[in-house]
């Protein structure tokens, strides 16, 4: 219950942006809620919480916005840090995966030694769009013989269906729009 | 002296990769400090003690890696967190700022709305090398009236004399090289 209401309020730092980062698309704009000190350490509370029971060896962050949520939560729930980023960031030999976009396709890397056989992780990410992102994120965890433990988002915009590309996983969000 | 041990043990968790990004730079890698549960959870207390009375309101992180210390140096401080950005990447009004690189020049941008006048903002960043970077974003956060109440990294290359830059703000560092 109490969880519950921290939602709703945190919900209400979530702020529209018209068109961005193009013309007719409703951006979330999550600063004011990572600005204000009691909703910013709310919000990883309740994810870091939601996760506590489940083992979670290692959190894995997505560049660049991922990386806020998820090296807070990995620091609450004292686990490690994996960093997933984009194409020739990452400086030791990596494991790769490119997945589709509305427009084209992009390339995400993670380094080959970061997944051991079995380790445990916890996907954190800001926002669950289309899925398309965490669902290839997945892929290569599991792909590297790690298991993977949960996932949570800030924020998930149901409108978009991007659940249905997690099936499996019960996607857990804190706020919903 | 219990500080001093934790930060020699830290420095044995960062690993050179020669050659990277360009021939002829030896990289230094956080990402084996990362992903130690210990090891993360240690220098993230250990930046945040080390300002835990300088009255920080809110932690500034530079993208993308240095969002990973600032975001959970921020949740231990119970500060808030303001992102600053690569161009185009914020949604909202910003004020933004060009300097140079070794090659050409590069320009960041923080949200118009997130600095208030007196503000007392600490800067969290992973690598302080020739000290372009913090030294640009503390002229932003003056200029829009924050006071820079603080300066911390991972790691400093003190060879790179990067702290020459950030004269009057007396950086800290975790680990040097």
Redesign the interface.
Known sequence: MAATLNQEKLKSFIRD?PD??KKGIL?K?I?PL????EA??TA?ALLAERFSDSGV??VV?I???G???A??V???L??????V?KK?K???VTERISYQLEYGEDTLEI?QD?IEKGMRLLLIDDLLATGGTASAVCQLVKKMGGIVAGIGFLVELSFLQGRDKLKGFEPHALITF
Chains 1, 2 share one sequence.
């Open positions: 942006i961005f980062p951006f704009d600063t990572l600005k204000d000190p910013f350490h990883v060896e290692q962050g560049e660049s916005r990386f806020i949520f090296a807070a990995a620091y609450e004292k686990a490690g840090f994996i960093p980023r020739g990452l400086p030791s380094h970061s």
